[in-house]
């Protein structure tokens, strides 16, 4: 048990409507990272943050905004949601060793 | 384009016998490499790694193979049992990076 929790684990929304999932971390980890999974794609980078108030972008950034403002949450926000963004968002974290994350139960998001 | 590849969307092995998981890389700036297991509603675990500067790595039933001049890496799940049944994904990553690069998962099947 990594010590990640997702809320919300299932999420329906319509097009054109914001969304923030929330990631939490018990364990003060420096790194978090979002994540989405599709099929053909594995999963891919979406942001990450090595810091309160640091982030960065990973390869599928467009479409999506991070917050960071306590170590513990890591915040993805989608800012008018699109059909395209219809997938399960995983959130992860980076422990001692800068390579293996960890990763969270995910959030399932239907965008209609 | 996918810098990790994973060719076999899918795998069925008799349990008992020896699953072999493959994955292939295009960047050569890679140094370690990562093997996670998913099953289905639950987010990726970290499963076995191996860096560049080693060519075979062994945890239990798990070995990871390295071939740096081929770009090539394989997961050797010996013998096989009906739990491993799960999408098995491949990543990378090069150090100074923060991200994970992953391939599109094989799904293995261990038929009892």
């Known amino acids: 048990d990594a010590g990640i929790t997702q809320s919300p684990r299932h999420k329906v929304t319509e097009t054109g409507t914001p969304v923030t999932l929330r990631c939490h971390q018990t364990e003060n980890h420096r790194y978090m990272y979002w994540y989405r999974q599709d099929p053909g794609h594995g999963l891919r980078l979406i942001h990450y943050s090595y810091g309160v108030k640091d982030t960065d972008k990973g390869e599928v950034s467009d479409g999506y905004s991070v917050s960071r403002s306590k170590t513990e949450d890591f915040l993805l926000t989608l800012e008018s949601a699109t059909s395209s963004q219809t997938s399960v968002y995983f959130c992860?974290?980076?422990?001692?060793?800068?390579?293996?994350?960890?990763f969270g139960p995910g959030t399932r998001l239907t965008v209609t | 384009d996918q810098q990790v590849k994973q060719n076999s969307p899918s795998l069925s092995v008799q349990e008992g016998r020896i699953s072999i998981l493959n994955c292939d890389y295009t960047?050569?700036?890679?140094?370690?490499f990562l093997w996670y297991k998913k099953y289905p509603a639950e987010g990726p675990t970290f499963l076995i790694s191996i860096s560049s500067i080693k060519d075979k790595n062994e945890d239990g039933r798990f070995t990871v193979f390295l071939n740096k001049s081929a770009k090539h890496l394989s997961l050797h799940i010996v013998p096989s049992q009906p739990g491993d049944s799960a999408v098995y994904f491949c990543a990378a990553s090069q150090t100074g990076a923060n991200n994970l690069f992953f391939g599109t998962g094989t799904r293995l099947t261990v038929i009892p």
């Open positions: 992860a974290i980076t422990r001692d060793y800068p390579y293996e994350q960890y």
């Open positions: 960047n050569s700036m890679f140094d370690y």
